[in-house]
């Protein structure tokens, strides 16, 4: 075959392909398809912001609860529990977005349910929502659920926050609190080595922080 029947085969061989694919948009076309693609998306992106509008709604609740200093303890639980219902409706509308989990977590804490704050935190760091989270952002989290599990004191609960806290230090390595914990449980397994290492991270980060200082005069070293 010669240069020029090659040149004619390959330009029939393009327009086929350019008529068939103007076809298939035509059968798209005529079956709704884009726009209902399109309506997807605008519905998408409309609970999407319904969420984020309930999000920041709760996450300014939480923190004028935190901030009542002078008011009473009713006045608070009312606080935080009209955050809670706004945390709740941001999942609903949105429950692969971690963060709204994350303040559900938060609130539960300051409500004194840790139990409850930390089937948050799980749900905040299951694979359905922890995409969402930057690598530094799921290490936090990682923190506060260890955080949680060493205050409930049950059994179990020092490994698996060991667990967390590794992994957290790796996510966010200048957490200078999640290394300090972490020295803190490889204490109390009675793993000096390994609790001054750690203690020694937290006190690189955090110069004026005295916990890790304390430990390590405490340990030796």
């Known amino acids: 075959m010669d240069p020029k029947e090659k040149q004619a085969m390959y330009r029939d061989i393009g327009l086929q392909v350019v008529m068939i694919l103007a076809l298939l948009l035509i059968f798209l076309s005529m079956h709704g398809i884009p726009q209902k693609f399109l ?35 009713s006045a608070i639980n009312n606080l935080a529990n009209e955050a809670l219902t706004e945390a709740e409706k941001a999942i609903q509308l949105d429950p692969k977005d971690a963060a709204s989990y994350l303040l559900k977590a938060m609130i539960l804490d300051l409500q004194g349910f840790r139990t409850s704050a930390l089937e948050s935190l799980d749900a905040a760091l299951s694979p359905l929502a922890a995409g969402s989270l930057a ?60 609790a001054k290492k750690a203690y020694k991270e937290a006190h690189e980060l955090a110069p004026e922080f005295s916990v890790p200082v304390e430990a390590l005069n405490r340990l030796g070293s």
């Open 39 to 73: 309506a997807k998306l605008r519905i998408r992106n409309r609970t999407g912001i319904k969420a984020k509008r309930h999000f920041v709604r709760g996450a300014q609740l939480l923190t004028q609860a935190r901030s009542s200093k002078n008011k009473s303890r």
């Open 135 to 194: 690598k530094d952002e799921r290490g936090d989290a990682l923190y506060k659920r260890a955080e949680l599990k060493l205050a409930t004191s049950e059994r179990g609960r020092v490994d698996s926050a060991l667990a967390d806290l590794t992994e957290s230090v790796i996510l966010s390595p200048k957490n200078a609190k999640a290394w300090c914990a972490l020295g803190e449980c490889y204490e109390g397994k009675k793993m000096d080595e390994e």
